[in-house]
């Protein structure tokens, strides 16, 4: 009889298709094409979330908009060019915020552990890329070039995500700064704190446009740092199924039976399944596109 044992994996879990879909990371699938790196998922999973978060904001600035849309007819006072706003919606749109900061983070450091395992670096570097940065990355015999690449984008808006993340869990909520612009394109503003020391906000910077420009940045190093070490092929993520809570089919009685589905709203299928036959010797994974019905 065929066994399914629980087998916990080491694998984490993020949609490829939205990486497909975004045209993003895609030397990085050339590279997980090549061989395995097990820091690639931990990188790619927290990149999942970040952009998720990104997606979300947008979503809840047009809804928080959308709100007062709805109800601009009936103020007794107008003509403001901005104003104080807050409704449920609003709050899930600052929750996204603290959380992409601390995806970013880790996948600063994930990109610090890959990046060493590929180089295969006999001297090991910190696990944090701040520190790393901090030592000097020259120190552990990263390639030059690589080393100017991963500066280029810690001067840029690296170090500004380290910090935000830093403040937001170590000293004071960074979306405390908010307000609804009311000018020709309406807009949920969330500033972001000058720095650590004092809650100004004199540098103006704001929430959801730099979280686009950091995460393109990272995107952007990572792209290079790929080119320089071989994968200059841009490929897609192929559509698997995590396995990560893990089943290990042991061959028993010749059966098949359904293991996985990925389900997506794209071109004409609307999934594919992951069927299993069992024989008395072998495992056999049947996957099929199922056809959307017309």
């Known amino acids: 009889m065929t ?53 979300a904001i947008k979503k809840y600035n047009d809804k928080c908009v959308n709100e007062y849309n709805e109800i601009e007819e009936y103020l007794s006072v107008k003509n403001s060019k901005k104003i104080f706003f807050f409704s449920s919606t609003f709050v899930r749109l600052l929750n996204e915020i603290p959380v992409f900061f601390s995806d970013l983070r880790k996948m600063q450091n994930a990109f610090l552990k890959l990046l060493s395992l590929e180089l295969n670096l006999k001297i090991k570097p910190p696990n944090s890329l701040s520190q790393a940065i901090k030592k000097g990355l020259e120190n552990y015999d990263i390639p030059p070039d690589i080393c100017k690449i991963i500066f280029e984008y810690w001067n840029s808006t690296g170090r500004q995500v380290k910090d935000y993340r830093d403040i937001d869990q170590h ?56 080119e320089s070490l071989g994968f200059t092929e841009n490929v897609n993520f192929p559509l698997e199924i995590p396995m990560n809570p893990g089943v290990l089919l042991i061959p028993g009685e010749e059966k098949e039976f359904l293991i996985g589905l990925i389900a997506f709203n794209r071109g004409p299928f609307s999934g594919v399944e992951f069927g299993v036959k069992t024989t008395e010797d072998n495992v056999f994974f049947k996957p099929r596109l199922i056809p959307r019905e017309l």
């Open 3 to 55: 066994k399914i044992i629980n087998n916990r994996s080491e694998n984490e879990m993020f949609d490829s298709s939205l990486f497909n879909e975004y045209k993003l990371f895609q030397k990085l699938a050339n590279l997980q094409k090549s061989h395995k790196n097990k820091y690639l998922d931990d990188l790619l999973y927290c990149a999942n979330s970040a952009l998720l978060r990104i997606i």
């Open 171 to 226: 000293w004071y909520q960074i979306v405390q700064r908010t307000w609804l612009k009311l000018d020709l394109k309406r807009k949920m503003m969330v500033i972001l704190p000058d720095s650590k020391e004092t809650m100004t906000y004199e540098k103006n910077v704001e929430a959801l446009g730099f979280m686009k420009k950091s995460f393109e940045d990272f995107h952007d190093m990572v792209d290079k740092t790929c």
